[in-house]
């Protein structure tokens, strides 16, 4: 069977775009690259991923010649995303930074004593949110360790003359207050239980965990996660399925540099994949390098390289060509131009009131400045709601009050739909 004009078969019989531009573009890029590189780069091309296997000789091979993975992502990006390159401006509310966990390398955790500990009170969140909304924020970031109320006494006293039994109940209300300031609210709270989910997603567009890693050996002494046992993937990897049954839009994505070795990062990927095939939910896949940070267990810990982080969002692209794919722009602050060219289309929330509390020593980027070095490489850099697009024009993402409100905002502020 010859395939039609501007097409190819794939192995499983569907019919995908293929483009002669651009696979003489990948050819140009290819050099003298050995044959095997070549064929499984020339079938990412044809929408045809690469197997785990050949994904690890991807990377390998990147290290000392990362331009044809690039290159391929590069065009499966334009492709599928266009020379549009979006970010949400949002206003970052830690609720509480309170947490169960000890992570190796976290400083946004607190115990109820240390200096810095704090939960915002109500009054709190509708100020932040009113700052967000008079500064043309969209999204109401709502950001909090994971389950404090099992660790601290001193926290569920303050829930309590709150009037709220448990974190979760106490974010809807707060996610109902930024609601009413006319922000979207998105979620990070660590591990949810179904049943909660169910009731933020009357109040979120979106929610949201990192997967981190899919490796259980991260968890054992001496590791990144030994001391955190909400970081136990299969806990996070069940909340992923669970958030995809109750048709959730989702982000999620692998934190690099925890001490992982090149396959579980390969392996995780993988899973996230297959999470997405599955349920069709995840809106969004984050590639975030690891920092070190003074003062934690982690502080003289070597942090990824950028062609590592650059190679690894390449190699989600050819996992998911249509995916919507970001890497923060604070952490990488030399190298938009290089994140770029690795086929990433999104830059994440940015804010104009709120440092990224999660890594208050990364300034966010001036969205002129970030939109400057889009155009001189021929991308638009456009604001986006919390929820993108795609998960707003099928039914049962999005409950439909909030799908209303969120088109809504959408024609407000210009953002494309």
Same mark, same amino acid.
């Given at each position: 069977m010859t395939d039609p004009p501007g097409f190819s078969i794939s192995r499983d019989g569907c019919l995908v775009s293929f483009f002669p531009s651009d696979a003489a573009e990948l050819q140009r890029s290819l050099g003298s690259v050995r044959a095997e590189i070549a064929s499984v780069l020339e079938r990412a091309l044809?929408?045809?991923?690469?197997?785990?296997?050949?994904?690890?000789?991807?990377?390998?091979?990147?290290?000392?010649?990362?331009?044809?993975?690039l290159t391929t992502a590069r065009l499966l990006r334009d492709r599928h995303k266009g020379r549009t390159i979006t970010y949400s401006p949002k206003v970052f509310l830690p609720l509480t930074n309170l947490c169960r966990d000890y992570c190796s390398y976290?400083?946004?955790?607190?115990?109820?004593?240390?200096?810095?500990?704090?939960?915002?009170?109500?009054? *709190?969140? @509708?100020?932040?949110?009113?700052? /967000?909304?008079?500064? !043309?924020?969209? &999204?109401? %970031?709502?950001?909090?360790?994971d389950r404090p109320e099992r660790a601290f006494r001193e926290y569920r006293e303050t829930l309590a003359?709150?009037?709220?039994?448990?974190?979760?109940?106490?974010?809807?209300?707060?996610?109902?207050?930024?609601?009413?300031?006319?922000?979207?609210?998105?979620t990070n709270a660590g591990i949810l239980r179904k049943d909660e989910m169910?009731?933020?997603?009357?109040?979120?567009?979106?929610?949201?965990?990192?997967?981190?890693?899919?490796?259980?050996?991260?968890?054992?002494?001496?590791?990144?996660?030994?001391?955190?046992?909400?970081?136990d993937p299969a806990l996070?990897?069940?909340?992923?399925?669970?958030?995809? *049954?109750? @048709?959730?839009?989702?982000?999620? /994505?692998?934190?690099? !540099?925890?001490? &992982?070795? %090149?396959?579980e990062r390969v392996e995780s990927l993988y899973l996230l994949r297959d999470l997405q095939r599955s349920y069709?939910?995840?809106?969004?896949?984050i590639v975030q390098n690891f920092r070190a940070k003074p003062a934690t267990r982690m502080a003289r810990a070597p942090e990824p390289e950028t062609w590592e982080v650059a190679a690894t969002a390449a190699l989600c692209r050819l996992l998911l060509p249509d995916a919507n794919i970001q890497v923060p722009p604070n952490l990488n602050p030399h190298d938009h131009r290089l994140l770029l060219a690795a086929g990433i289309n999104d830059w994440g929330?940015?804010?104009?009131?709120?440092?990224?509390?999660?890594?208050?020593?990364?300034p966010w980027p001036l969205v002129a400045s970030l939109a400057r070095t889009c155009a001189e490489l021929g991308y638009a850099l456009r604001p986006r709601l919390p929820v993108y697009p795609e998960y707003l024009r099928f039914p049962g993402f999005v409950d439909e009050p909030l799908?209303?409100?969120?088109?809504?905002?959408?024609?407000?502020?210009?953002?494309?739909?």
């Open positions: 044809r929408e045809i991923p690469p197997t785990q296997e050949e994904a690890l000789l991807l990377l390998r091979h990147a290290a000392r010649h990362p331009a044809p993975l976290c400083t946004f955790r607190k115990d109820p004593r240390d200096p810095g500990a704090w939960t915002m009170l109500p009054e *709190e969140v @509708r100020d932040w949110s009113r700052k /967000g909304k008079q500064a !043309g924020c969209i &999204e109401a %970031l709502f950001c909090l360790g003359v709150l009037g709220h039994r448990s974190t979760p109940e106490y974010l809807v209300a707060a996610c109902r207050i930024a609601l009413d300031e006319g922000l979207l609210p998105h169910r009731e933020l997603k009357s109040c979120n567009v979106s929610l949201g965990l990192m997967l981190e890693n899919a490796s259980p050996r991260l968890r054992l002494p001496g590791q990144a996660h030994h001391h955190a046992p909400d970081k996070r990897v069940r909340m992923i399925e669970e958030a995809g *049954e109750l @048709r959730i839009p989702f982000t999620t /994505g692998i934190l690099l !540099g925890i001490g &992982e070795t %090149l396959p069709g939910h995840i809106q969004e896949i929330g940015i804010s104009p009131v709120t440092l990224d509390y999660v890594n208050p020593e990364a799908r209303r409100r969120a088109l809504e905002l959408a024609r407000e502020k210009g953002v494309a739909l």
